[in-house]
């Protein structure tokens, strides 16, 4: 057993006394050896608060032969153009440490290391005092970061640094994988790096393995998936045997995470809701067979299927809960429609759920078309109505003298009742929490559910954002439909862009010009949009009609843009991304979207959905800085405005060659990862520790198999065999409940 290196310990803001104020139930680890109040407090502050915690503070990276370069190595990957990883980690020993003014009185630290295969400066231009009192000639160091040839030179600039000692230099060639912790700048405060976080895994991992790594799992699901037993795996994971043994360990501890987060699913799903009485519709109905010989154009396999997907669930007993995910233009629409009428042929109201007043004007609009001559009435529901029409509408929702009800939020406050509310369908849900969705589900009675989005996402998110949902897919698009071209142009190229969108004007059609959020402050979002209004206006489209749409705006001016727009009184839009739900304008054939590079590729995919919805050819034109803008942006080195520009462009590329949402959100997911994708914080996805979005798909998808499979032979988690579940589930929402009211 190893006992805490002896230090000069550093000052550090905490003070023993806050601690003890702050009571011992907030940092209990300080009972544990090797864990002082100062200690306590800094992991306290990474969010490790018990010696579980502690035991499941999962490495951030590991040192092993097959992540560290040997210098020589890195150096001709740098010579050549293809295939250089973003980080690179070496091993290597300090030489020599200099700090050195440039001609324009910039200090900075150079510190020079090698290896055996060769030679490295790290460079600092802050913390040089620091790193000058923390090394010395030497030490032996892993660092890691992007890499860069300057001068011939092989350079790290602010490399992360770790130090190790001369027998975990060795190990490493001997084949053993030393895990390196994240350290926080408190923690390195009090002590803790990352070496000594090892040191202290070791002595901890020794006397609590017993109490605090118990199994969770049932012996036939470790055997199934060929899991290594808890215990085992948070070992491993710390102190690696072998790779493959890592490997395994790893792998386990992402099954476990989410294997209970898909219990909890799977529980809500089979249990909670469907415990619930719903309606069970007839699902034979002459208003939707009406429609449908009217239509004038035939559903397309993947309606067809969602359709009986849908109808199935609703001549259920049980409360419907289906997602109705499709690309933009892929048909959603008509599909939610022949439900609806479905639920109007059984005597029922339905609520049509749209996240803007534009939309639902819309849709209300779309419907009303689509039900010409059916007996059905469509009204809307918005918030900004005069309170005698408001009061007239609540009256006909009251006493079903409505059929559909279109609109937004406001459809669910207090004082709006339904006669008979039997199917609630909700458009672009990505806007909607999991929270909103409980919230409209408990108004009361027992509605079916269908949400609809149009922002494709992968699978692996749908698994665990809406996984408990049901979720029918359109994958298809509408035959004869004109696939949008898309291309990449430069700012360089802008006034070729422009008298492209002029000639598209002459010929009758209309366009969109998109500015981004810049930032995320309102104010300058406007100031962006109504500028470059105002410039378009004057200098480059004088004799043409333009109109302005952001989110400043208010409803109704917002809707007058829209319908002017829509009219054609209006050729160019200019407008934020608050075009970018839904909204349909068949004549506009032409979209440029500048900034490109600011937006998310889900995001582009969006907006570009608003082109191409009528018989003419469409096109998108992603405007992005020239390239030597890239270069401009403070504070990046050449290599960094590089792989920006590289990164930047290789994800517009990406637009360029694909119309496939499913496809682009993949992308996406890969490259900004899923927070992003979702779109918003409140999107209601889950933070894993272990498991990761991008990568872990197949995990994800055996872990909810395993979760839904014990829950729907034993849903009550009662048998004895699902003791040990049942007990970690129990323990795992505690956990959870704890952290949202630390939260
Ligand atoms: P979404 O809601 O999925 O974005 P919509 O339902 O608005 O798509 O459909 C886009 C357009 O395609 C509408 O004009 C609709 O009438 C038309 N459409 C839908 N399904 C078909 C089909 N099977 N064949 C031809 N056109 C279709
Ligand atoms: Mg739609």
Same mark, same amino acid.
């Given at each position: 057993?190893?006992?805490?290196?002896?230090?000069?310990?550093?000052?550090?803001?905490?003070?023993?006394?806050?601690?003890?104020?702050?009571?011992?139930?907030?940092?209990?680890?300080?009972?544990?050896?090797?864990?002082?109040?100062?200690?306590?407090?800094?992991? =306290?502050?990474?969010?490790? /608060?018990? *010696? &579980?915690? !502690?035991?499941?503070? +999962?490495?951030?990276? %590991?040192?092993?032969?097959?992540?560290?370069?040997?210098?020589?190595?890195?150096?001709?990957?740098?010579?050549?153009?293809?295939?250089?990883?973003?980080?690179?980690?070496?091993?290597?020993?300090?030489?020599?440490?200099?700090?050195?003014?440039?001609?324009?009185?910039?200090?900075?630290?150079?510190?020079?290391?090698?290896?055996?295969?060769?030679?490295?400066?790290?460079?600092?231009?802050?913390?040089?005092?620091?790193?000058?009192?923390?090394?010395?000639?030497?030490?032996?160091?892993?660092?890691?970061?992007?890499?860069?040839?300057?001068?011939?030179?092989?350079?790290?600039?602010?490399?992360?640094?770790?130090?190790?000692?001369?027998?975990?230099?060795?190990?490493?060639?001997?084949?053993?994988?030393?895990?390196?912790?994240?350290?926080?700048?408190?923690?390195?405060? =009090?002590?803790?790096?990352? /070496?000594? *976080? &090892?040191? !202290?895994?070791?002595? +901890?991992?020794?006397? %609590?393995?017993?109490?605090?790594?118990?199994?969770?799992?049932?012996?036939?699901?470790?055997?199934?998936?060929?899991?290594?037993?808890?215990?085992?795996?948070?070992?491993?994971?710390?102190?690696?045997?072998?790779?493959?043994?890592?490997?395994?360990?790893?792998?386990?501890?992402?099954?476990?995470?989410?294997?209970?987060?898909?219990?909890?699913?799977?529980?809500?799903?089979?249990?909670?809701?469907?415990?619930?009485?719903?309606?069970?519709?007839?699902?034979?109905?002459?208003?939707?067979?009406?429609?449908?010989?009217?239509?004038?154009?035939?559903?397309?396999?993947?309606?067809r299927r969602s359709m009986k997907e849908i109808l199935a669930d609703m001549e259920k007993p049980t409360a419907m809960n289906r997602l109705l995910q499709g690309d933009v233009g892929s048909g959603k629409t008509i599909v939610a429609v022949l439900a609806m009428l479905v639920a109007v042929q059984n005597g029922y109201q339905c609520a049509m759920m749209v996240p803007t007043e534009i939309l639902s004007e819309q849709h209300t609009r779309t419907l009303q078309r689509l039900l010409e001559g059916l007996p059905v009435k469509v009204t809307q529901l918005v918030g900004g109505q005069k309170k005698r029409i408001r009061g007239e509408i609540l009256y006909q929702l009251r006493n079903h003298e409505t059929n559909i009800i279109v609109g937004t939020h406001a459809l669910f406050q207090q004082e709006v009742e339904y006669a008979n509310l039997g199917l609630v369908v909700i458009d672009e849900q990505h806007r909607f929490g999991v929270e909103q969705r409980a919230q409209l589900r408990n108004k009361g009675r027992r509605p079916d559910t269908l949400i609809m989005t149009a922002t494709p996402i992968p699978r692996t998110l749908t698994m665990t954002l809406y996984g408990d949902l049901d979720v029918s897919i359109i994958d298809e698009l509408p035959a004869g439909r004109k696939p949008i071209r898309t291309a990449i142009r430069f700012e360089h190229q802008l006034d070729t862009v422009w008298s492209f969108v002029r000639s598209e004007v002459m010929a009758g059609r209309q366009a969109y010009v998109v500015y981004p959020l810049v930032e995320k402050s309102e104010k300058l979002e406007l100031k962006s949009a109504v500028e470059h209004y105002e410039f378009l206006k004057e200098s480059t489209f004088p004799d043409l009609r333009l109109g302005l749409l952001h989110g400043q705006m208010l409803w109704y001016e917002k809707e007058d843009t829209m319908r002017d727009f829509l009219e054609r009184k209006v050729d160019i839009l200019i407008a934020t991304t608050v075009i970018e739900v839904g909204i349909d304008v068949p004549n506009a054939s032409v979209m440029v979207i500048e900034n490109a590079e600011r937006f998310g590729l889900s995001q582009l995919h969006q907006l570009r959905g608003r082109v191409g919805r009528g018989a003419d050819q469409s096109y998108c034109i992603l405007l992005t800085k020239d390239h030597y803008r890239y270069q401009m942006r403070r504070g990046l080195s050449p290599n960094e405005a590089r792989q920006e520009r590289r990164a930047a462009i290789r994800r517009l590329a990406a637009m360029a060659e694909t119309n496939d949402g499913f496809r682009i959100s993949e992308i996406d997911l890969e490259l900004r990862g899923p927070g992003d994708v979702v779109g918003t914080r409140q999107s209601g996805l889950p933070e894993f520790r272990h498991a990761n979005l991008v990568t872990d798909g197949p995990i994800v998808g055996a872990a909810r198999d395993a979760a839904f499979g014990i829950i729907r032979r034993d849903p009550e988690l009662a048998l004895p065999t699902n003791q040990r579940i049942a007990k970690a589930f129990q323990e795992s929402l505690k956990r959870s409940l704890q952290y949202a009211d630390v939260g």
């Open positions: 057993m190893t006992t805490p290196t002896k230090r000069a310990r550093p000052a550090t803001e905490i003070k023993a006394e806050d601690v003890k104020n702050a009571g011992a139930d907030l940092f209990p680890l300080q009972f544990v050896k090797g864990i002082g109040p100062a200690r306590a407090a800094a992991l =306290a502050e990474a969010g490790i /608060r018990t *010696v &579980r915690d !502690l035991l499941l503070f +999962t490495p951030k990276a %590991y040192l092993d032969r097959r992540t560290v370069l040997p210098l020589r190595q890195t150096r001709l990957l740098l010579g050549g153009e293809e295939g250089i990883p973003d980080q690179i980690t070496a091993i290597v020993e300090i030489r020599r440490m200099q700090i050195l003014e440039s001609g324009r009185g910039q200090k900075r630290l150079v510190i020079r290391v090698s290896d055996q295969t060769g030679e490295a400066n790290l460079v600092f231009f802050q913390g040089a005092q620091y790193f000058i009192k923390s090394y010395q000639v030497g030490d032996i160091l892993a660092i890691s970061g992007p890499a860069e040839l300057f001068s011939g030179m092989l350079q790290w600039t602010h490399p992360e640094i770790e130090k190790l000692e001369e027998e975990e230099k060795g190990l490493i060639h001997s084949g053993r994988i030393i895990p390196q912790y994240r350290e926080t700048a408190r923690m390195k405060s =009090a002590g803790l790096s990352s /070496r000594s *976080v &090892r040191k !202290l895994m070791e002595a +901890t991992f020794q006397r %609590y393995v017993a109490e605090e790594l118990r199994e969770t799992l049932t012996d036939e699901l470790i055997r199934e998936y060929n899991l290594l037993p808890f215990a085992d795996a948070v070992y491993q994971m710390h102190f690696p045997g072998d790779e493959e043994l890592l490997q395994r360990a790893l792998y386990r501890m992402k099954f476990e995470e989410l294997f209970f987060f898909e219990l909890g699913l799977a529980y809500r799903k089979e249990v909670e809701l469907s415990a619930e009485p719903g309606i069970s519709f007839d699902t034979h109905s002459t208003l939707a067979r009406r429609l449908l010989d009217q239509l004038g154009f035939e559903l397309t396999s993947a309606q």
